[in-house]
């Protein structure tokens, strides 16, 4: 069940990350980007080189990718494997759309879809998957549904996929915008291995606090999504993730998180995440060069 410090989990100095061993000994988490920073039309498999040749250490794929991969002919198992011949891994995949229903219904009516999906995850080598609300829902989402769909498909994913799952929490879905909101549903769901991925934008949107994350112990967080907000940006509770910048270029206290992920030991992937428009249309090595560059500079900053 997803972890809370005051739970006794022994959050503090004595839960912080054991080592600095990513970035050549400069960071205790891996750099991963998330691939959808990347324009559309940059094949799966040249985002992966790209990413690789960036410095960055993971690679977090979209589940679109892996269909339009397979069905240009792409061998899903075969480019797992040049990951790993590239020194990178498949840290965790989005997603499972919809799959926290708001109805066993509406959850059964799509489960051929999840577990294709979750196929596919499995076959490029990842170690999680992501569980999103259903959008269509997203005003009234139900969270003792969305709980109960959670265990059903967490218990699905690791029997029959090996996998694990993380709960995804977005800004513009009412009931399941914050840290608490994510902990709250993952406590519900009676799910041994309930973990939440919180996203420093959808953080700061949604409302959480950073108090929030000082009291979740890091083995409940699955992968650490990372942007910064504009300077000036106004908190929203509608979609507006194209607007999200580098880290270290907006307002977001970016290196408190990240000095919060430390003490309670998060030893994961912090994942770049960036939907803008701007940054697709770049060139990609040069982008991905200053991408890694500012990433990298605010987790140097944050270990001290």
Not at 28 to 40: E, G, H, K, V
Not at 121 to 128: L, P, R, T, W, Y
Not at 193 to 201: H, L, Q, R, T
């Amino acid at each position: 069940m997803v972890g809370i410090g005051t739970v006794g989990t022994g959050v503090g100095r004595d839960a912080k990350a054991k080592t600095i061993g990513w970035q050549g000994g400069k960071s205790p988490w891996a750099m991963c980007l998330d691939t959808a920073t990347l324009a559309n039309e940059i094949p799966l498999d040249e985002k992966v080189e790209l990413v690789a040749g960036a410095g960055f250490d993971a690679i977090e794929p979209w589940d679109r990718e892996l269909e339009v991969y397979e069905k240009a002919g792409g061998s899903l198992e075969k480019l797992g494997e040049r990951i790993k011949e590239l020194g990178l891994f498949v840290p965790s995949v989005i997603g499972l759309w919809g799959v926290l229903a708001n109805s066993e219904e509406e959850f059964e009516k799509r489960i051929d879809e999840h577990r294709n999906r979750l196929r596919m995850v499995k076959a490029i080598g990842s170690a999680h998957v992501q569980c999103i609300p259903d959008f269509k829902f997203k005003d009234d989402f139900n969270m003792e549904s969305g709980a109960a769909c959670y265990a059903k498909i967490s218990e699905i994913a690791l029997k029959d996929y090996g996998l694990k799952t993380g709960i995804i929490f977005l800004n513009a879905v009412g009931k399941l915008k914050t840290v608490a909101d994510a902990v709250e549903l993952g406590m519900k769901s009676g799910w041994k291995n309930a973990k939440i991925i919180p996203d420093s934008y959808h953080n700061y949107h949604g409302g959480s606090t950073l108090n929030s994350l000082r009291m979740l112990r890091g083995s409940a967080i699955a992968i650490y999504q990372f942007s910064d907000a504009p300077k000036g940006q106004k908190k929203k509770d509608s979609w507006c993730d194209g607007e999200r910048v580098l880290p270290g270029d907006g307002q977001l206290p970016l290196v408190e998180e990240l000095k919060i992920l430390l003490e309670i030991g998060y030893e994961g992937c912090v994942s770049l995440e960036l939907y803008n428009e701007q940054y697709r249309k770049r060139e990609p090595k040069e982008f991905l060069k200053e991408a890694h560059a500012k990433t990298l500079r605010l987790i140097k900053e944050a270990v001290g």
